[in-house]
């Protein structure tokens, strides 16, 4: 809880992934990679339950295990490649309201990016709160910047993805990548407008080395190495 805000945090974590199969209980450092989520989320101090949700036995009681709750099983259609993130939330938030579970903010954390900090995620939550914002989300600075160096074809031609008139990366526009980490809502604005981008939307900077998101055995073999080297 933050200022008498109650908070739940969401970790998905489906059976099926393609790029690196079984990643969210792969073993990461000695623990299965979803382990470090949930840890992060009960070592914050301002969420009040942790849910994970999955569509696969193993990963709930993996999950379980390790202090998560796992009160369903997420259905299949929401379990799928190109099955929305938004959905999923919603789905738990359905379920949470059918407990007669009252709260205010919902915490979305990818298993899948191990390298953040506790207090990036608390961070996270004040920065909704005291800014009175929409949402929040992670991000990290972009190595490429539209507005410099990056190009594009169109209609067989060559050209800048953005038309500007800079001559080094310093004078472009600063640009972010989202780092798939952190995602930060007030619960009533989810359920109505469902989406990232609003109009109050808040960016939080995270750097280069807490911003690893796992997608193949490359993106797990630096986290590793990252979090080895300290």
Not at 24 to 36: E, H, T, V, W
Not at 71 to 83: H, M
Not at 208 to 221: L, Q, T
Request: glycine letters at 6%; a positive charge.
């Amino acid at each position: 809880m933050y200022k008498n805000k109650r908070v739940v945090c969401i970790i998905p974590a489906r059976g099926g992934s393609k790029g690196l199969p079984g990643k969210n209980i792969k073993m990461f450092l000695g623990k299965p990679l979803i382990a470090r989520s949930i840890k992060q989320a009960k070592d914050s101090g301002l969420i009040d339950r942790i849910i994970v949700s999955t569509d696969d036995k193993k990963i709930a009681d993996i999950s379980k295990k390790y202090g998560a709750e796992v009160p369903f099983i997420r259905p299949k259609f929401l379990a799928q490649d190109k099955s929305s993130t938004i959905d999923v939330l919603l789905h738990a938030m359905v379920w949470l309201k059918g407990e007669g579970y009252p709260f205010d903010i919902l915490v979305l954390l990818h298993a899948t990016a191990p390298l953040r900090s506790v207090q990036d995620i608390n961070n996270c939550i004040k920065l909704l709160v005291n800014q009175k914002a929409d949402n929040v989300f992670s991000v990290t600075e972009a190595h490429r910047n539209p507005y410099f160096n990056m190009v594009e074809v169109a209609r067989g031609k060559v050209g800048p993805v953005k038309e500007g008139r800079f001559n080094s990366r310093q004078q472009a526009p600063r640009v972010y990548d989202m780092n798939a980490s952190i995602y930060v809502w007030w619960k009533d604005i989810l359920k109505n407008k469902k989406r990232i981008f609003l109009k109050n939307s808040r960016i939080y900077l995270m750097p280069k080395e807490r911003s690893v998101d796992i997608d193949s055995s490359i993106d797990f073999k630096i986290a590793e190495m990252l979090i080895k080297s300290g």
